[in-house]
Nanobody, 124 residues
């Protein structure tokens, strides 16, 4: 079982930056592909970014490429999402997610553990 706790959300103006953090309880953290998702009001939850368990390779949604950066610190069991050049359409609840150990695919179905979410609001 993996428990995830997000932090760092808040209110920011268009063009601003925020850094989200996620602390994981798993002793096997380094074996888990980690991801960030978001859900805006009235919309389905969508994939934002992921970081692979074995080599830290990353994957991003087209809508955030070049603006968001995902990173992880296996020594601290944390995964971060640095968000820059924020837009009103980035407003959503952001969720940290962990896949089961030793993922073999980037499919979003690999994510089995979820945090409670943190609100990000970008004002225009």
């Amino acid at each position: 079982q993996v428990q995830l706790v997000e932090s760092g959300g808040g209110l920011v103006q268009t063009g601003g930056s925020l850094r989200l953090s996620c602390a994981a309880s798993a002793r096997t953290f380094s074996r888990h592909t980690m991801g960030w998702f978001r859900q805006a009001p009235g919309k389905e939850r969508e994939f934002v970014a992921g970081i692979w368990w074995s080599d830290d390779s990353t994957k991003y949604a087209d809508s955030v490429k070049g603006r968001f950066t995902i990173s992880r610190d296996n020594a601290k069991n944390t995964v971060n999402l640095q968000m820059s050049s924020l837009k009103p359409e980035d407003t959503a609840v952001y969720y940290c997610a962990a896949a089961r150990p030793f993922s073999t695919t980037w499919k979003t179905s690999i994510y089995s553990y979820w945090g409670q979410g943190t609100q990000v609001t970008v004002s225009s």
